[in-house]
C-alpha cells in the first residue's frame, strides 16, 4: 500500500549536509518540501517512491533536501522548559534517574520564595518525588545539590544532547545525514527503528 504524503516529511539539511536540529529533528511537510524545490531554494538529496501529480506534472517526493545557503544556528537557545529538560537529558538533577517528559518537572534551586530567578542558572530539571521532597528548602538545609551546576548551554550543546534521543521516526534514507559522524562501531550497534 501507498503511503500518503502526510507520511512523507523531508529531512532538511543545512549547506553543509547536517541537519538544521537533531531534536527535534528538522522535518519540513512535503507541501513546504516541495515548494523549496520549485522555488529553488534546496536540493534534492534522496526521494521517497511515492510521487505526487497533478494533471501535467509529476514528481517524487523528496526525503532528503539541503538548503542551497548555509544557516547559522542561534547560540542562545531559548529559556523553555523543553530546553532545560534537554540540558539535563531528560535526567532528575538530585536523583540521577531518566524519566519521560510528562513525568518531569523543574525546580528551582534557590527557591522563588526565597529570592531565586527563574534562570537557566537557577532552574534543574527534577522527578516529582525528589521536587516535593526538596520543597521551598535551600540545597544545604535538605542535603540535595544538583549533580550538574545548571548554566546556560549553547545551542551546539542541546542538539549533541539531543542526538542521544532520536525520534520513533527515521526514514532509511536519512541514517546517512543523522549519525553520519557517530564511530562506525557504535553505529553498527545501534538500531534504530525505520520506516
Same mark, same amino acid.
Given at each position: 500500500?501507498?503511503?500518503?504524503?502526510?507520511?512523507?516529511?523531508?529531512?532538511?539539511?543545512?549547506?553543509?549536509?547536517?541537519?538544521?536540529?537533531?531534536?527535534?529533528?528538522?522535518?519540513?511537510?512535503?507541501?513546504?518540501?516541495?515548494?523549496?524545490?520549485?522555488?529553488?531554494?534546496?536540493?534534492?538529496?534522496?526521494?521517497?517512491?511515492?510521487?505526487?501529480?497533478? *494533471?501535467?506534472? #509529476?514528481?517524487?517526493? /523528496?526525503?532528503?533536501?539541503? &538548503?542551497? !545557503?548555509?544557516?547559522?544556528?542561534?547560540?542562545?537557545?531559548?529559556?523553555?522548559?523543553?530546553?532545560?529538560?534537554?540540558?539535563?537529558?531528560?535526567?532528575?538533577?538530585?536523583?540521577?534517574?531518566?524519566?519521560?517528559?510528562?513525568?518531569?518537572?523543574?525546580?528551582?534551586?534557590?527557591?522563588?520564595?526565597?529570592?531565586?530567578?527563574?534562570?537557566?542558572?537557577?532552574?534543574?530539571?527534577?522527578?516529582?518525588?525528589?521536587?516535593?521532597?526538596?520543597?521551598?528548602?535551600?540545597?544545604?538545609?535538605?542535603?540535595?545539590? *544538583?549533580?550538574? #551546576?545548571?548554566?546556560? /548551554?549553547?545551542?551546539?550543546? &542541546?542538539? !549533541?544532547?539531543?542526538?542521544?534521543?532520536?525520534?520513533?521516526?527515521?526514514?532509511?534514507?536519512?541514517?546517512?545525514?543523522?549519525?553520519?559522524?557517530?564511530?562506525?562501531?557504535?553505529?553498527?550497534?545501534?538500531?534504530?527503528?525505520?520506516?
Amino acid at each position: 500500500m501507498t503511503p500518503p504524503p502526510e507520511s512523507c516529511p523531508a529531512l532538511v539539511l543545512n549547506a553543509d549536509f547536517r541537519p538544521l536540529s537533531y531534536f527535534p529533528l528538522s522535518l519540513w511537510p512535503w507541501q513546504e518540501a516541495v515548494k523549496a524545490v520549485f522555488l529553488d531554494r534546496v536540493n534534492i538529496i534522496a526521494e521517497y517512491d511515492r510521487a505526487v501529480r497533478s *494533471p501535467s506534472f #509529476e514528481m517524487k517526493l /523528496p526525503s532528503v533536501i539541503s &538548503l542551497k !545557503e548555509f544557516v547559522s544556528a542561534s547560540r542562545r537557545p531559548a529559556f523553555t522548559r523543553f530546553n532545560v529538560f534537554l540540558r539535563d537529558r531528560f535526567s532528575c538533577q538530585y536523583c540521577d534517574d531518566r524519566f519521560p517528559t510528562h513525568e518531569l518537572t523543574f525546580d528551582h534551586v534557590i527557591p522563588r520564595s526565597r529570592g531565586g530567578k527563574t534562570t537557566w542558572e537557577n532552574v534543574v530539571t527534577a522527578c516529582s518525588c525528589c521536587n516535593l521532597r526538596k520543597g521551598n528548602k535551600m540545597p544545604r538545609q535538605c542535603g540535595m545539590t *544538583p549533580l550538574t #551546576e545548571p548554566c546556560q /548551554p549553547t545551542t551546539y550543546q &542541546l542538539q !549533541e544532547n539531543g542526538r542521544s534521543f532520536p525520534p520513533n521516526f527515521l526514514h532509511e534514507s536519512w541514517m546517512d545525514f543523522c549519525y553520519w559522524d557517530i564511530p562506525l562501531e557504535e553505529q553498527s550497534q545501534t538500531t534504530w527503528p525505520r520506516r
